[in-house]
């Protein structure tokens, strides 16, 4: 990979490991719905004007938009209100081995020994980490996030069925354009004390919708997307080892968190499960 290329691809997981920082004072001024209904209707309103409409495929991006954004993001950001973002951003990483699990049960996907063996010490770090004193007033919005990770694996089998008939900056657009509308509703009918939250919101609350919109999303999938066209997937995927990583760090340093040791050891056994599953090699012959 040419290295203007790599360092693209680097920032990546610079700006989404710092958005889940940056979340995490968010949903202190803001209820997570509303959070994210703001976050994918500003993304929306950047994009579209950029971007063909999709015939043939809005009922299926409604769709998309509704289980792998609204139900996701529901799920990851109201778990991620009631507990540590350093904590969030590795149980988050489930999403790696719930697809490839979901690609096996669904398409056939091959799953090697390497992947099954990434996929159980995965799952073993989070249970590592949730066994711990240090994390049981944590448990159930560790299991919201895990929720979410399953809900984007399944999000991301409803974007293979797409078949690359659209691109995906024109994707991230539409899914939007839809995902805002249910979120804001979502809030409307799940949440409380919306008017009062953007009434006596600050610059954080503010900075953070902005952030989440136009450098998360608009501006990292943009980047995602181009270093994946221009390179091979195995060459691109390893980099996002290092989100977990700088969210943990960003945590620390931005929000003045302190994980503990055993969060630490089993964040280390979910990167390397991760890893290996990233890292591994398909039988020859197959996809």
Not at 201 to 226: K, R
């Amino acid at each position: 990979m040419p290295i203007s290329q790599l360092a693209l691809a680097l920032t990546v997981p610079l700006l989404w490991g710092l958005g889940f920082v940056f979340a995490k004072a968010g949903l202190s001024e803001f209820p997570p719905l509303l959070l994210m209904g703001m976050r994918f209707t500003l993304t929306a309103m950047l994009l579209l004007p950029f971007v063909k409409i999709p015939r043939g495929h809005l009922l299926w991006i409604a769709a998309l938009a509704f289980v792998g954004s609204t139900i996701q993001y529901g799920l990851t950001f109201t778990g991620l209100r009631d507990m540590d973002a350093s904590l969030a951003i590795i149980v988050v990483q489930l999403e790696v081995p719930f697809a490839v699990i979901m690609g096996a049960l669904i398409f056939r996907e091959h799953v090697g020994w390497q992947k099954i063996v990434g996929i159980l010490l995965a799952f073993g770090g989070v249970a590592l980490i949730a066994g711990m004193p240090e994390t049981q007033t944590e448990v159930w919005p560790a299991l919201l996030v895990v929720g979410g990770a399953l809900t984007w694996a399944i999000g991301q089998i409803m974007v293979k069925q797409l078949n690359n008939a659209v691109d995906g900056f024109t994707l991230i657009a539409w899914v939007g354009l839809f995902a805002g509308p249910q979120m804001l509703l979502a809030s409307l009918l799940f949440e409380q004390g919306q008017w009062q939250a953007l009434q006596s919101a600050t610059w954080i609350g503010w900075s953070t919708v902005i952030y989440l919109a136009v450098m998360m999303t608009a501006l990292g999938y943009s980047i995602w997307f181009h270093v994946l066209n221009h390179n091979p997937v195995t060459q691109v995927m390893p980099v996002l080892l290092l989100l977990p990583v700088v969210g943990v760090v960003g945590s620390i340093f931005i929000l003045g968190e302190e994980p503990g040791q055993w969060t630490l050891v089993g964040g280390f056994v979910v990167i390397v499960g991760v890893a290996l599953i990233i890292f591994s090699r398909e039988r020859r012959g197959e996809s």
